[in-house]
């Protein structure tokens, strides 16, 4: 498949320096480039010094996305794609990148990307600079895959860069762009150190009760037995019992029905569905049975529920 890209009428340049971030050519595209007279600062800055943004951005779907440098760029660049499909060129090796796949270009080294033409790419990208950046910016002979699993976190890293592009776009004070430098370096250390950064859920992962929760939230309309529970966490029904009381507090059935009034909750404040309806999403076939359950939980009906001013 030919995919060099053909010539556009516009590419912005992200080298040039302005005090405003960079307008956008696609729909939606986000970028911030923090301007010259500013990363002045952070260098004499000891707590910015070490690891700082020069420039982020978020581009959603991009159609004809392309940059040559070749000479390379005076940072390093870090490039995240999380849907669709790209491609890369560095030392004369091209890579498809594909999604949740990342790759890392370091200064000075001679590179292209560009998205690729049928399932355009959508990519989280940033560049860096400090004291520390070299001990983030080792080339990767290849696009590096971040399998999905239980434990991937990618959410957390995706909220965690937004943490960063929002501040900065917000404005260049001097809070803003310190507390965007220090979570770069923890959104860097997601990458470098994958295993420590999944490590928090690692414990959920073995763990056969917080396995067991997440098994009810993700079933939370099907029919839930003390024996189906217990099956699916490999444990008697009497074993299982005991570990989920000791580790919540109450029984798998008591702690399962908290769990659907607390669902049925959230859509009687969101939705316009029927009690019935509702009843039918969390695990109940009676809409009345759901009612007194309800009730019970709650110390009110569904619908009085529904009336209540929140917020």
């Given at each position: ?12 340049t992200l080298e040039n320096r302005f ?293």
């Open positions: 498949m030919d995919i060099q890209p053909k010539l556009m009428d516009y590419i912005p005090g405003n971030s960079i307008l956008c050519y696609m729909e939606q595209q986000r970028s911030v480039v923090i301007p010259d007279f500013e990363i002045k600062k952070l260098v004499k800055d000891s707590l910015n010094s070490m690891l700082y943004l020069t420039d982020i951005g978020f581009y959603p779907k991009a159609s004809g996305h392309y940059r040559k440098r070749k000479d390379g760029c005076n940072q390093h660049i870090l490039i995240y794609c999380v849907s669709g499909k790209g491609w890369i060129s560095v030392n004369g090796n091209q890579f498809q990148v594909k999604e949740n796949q990342y790759f890392v270009i370091p200064k000075k080294v001679p590179h292209s990307y560009g998205s690729d033409k049928q399932h355009p790419w959508s990519i989280y990208w940033l560049h860096y600079l400090g004291t520390l950046s070299d001990d983030f910016s080792k080339l990767t002979k290849s696009p590096q895959t971040i399998l999905l699993s239980t434990i991937a976190r990618m959410q957390n890293r995706i909220e965690l860069f937004e943490e960063m592009l929002q501040n900065l776009e917000i404005g260049f004070s001097k809070e803003n762009i310190q507390y965007a430098n220090i979570c770069l370096m923890h959104f860097l250390a997601s990458f470098k150190f994958l295993n420590q950064y999944r490590q928090i859920r690692k414990r959920d992962e073995f763990d056969p009760i917080e396995r067991s929760i997440r098994y009810m939230r993700e079933r939370i309309s099907d029919k839930l037995s003390l024996t189906k529970l217990s099956q699916n966490a490999n444990l008697s029904p009497s074993q299982y019992s005991l570990l989920f009381k000791n580790k919540t507090g109450k029984p798998p059935l008591d702690y399962l029905i908290r769990m659907r009034v607390q669902r049925a909750c959230q859509m009687l404040n969101t939705t316009n569905l029927k009690v019935k309806e509702i009843a039918h999403l969390v695990g109940y076939d009676d809409p009345y049975y759901f009612s007194r359950v309800f009730h019970k939980t709650m110390g009110t009906s569904p619908r009085d529920y529904r009336k209540f001013p929140k917020g």
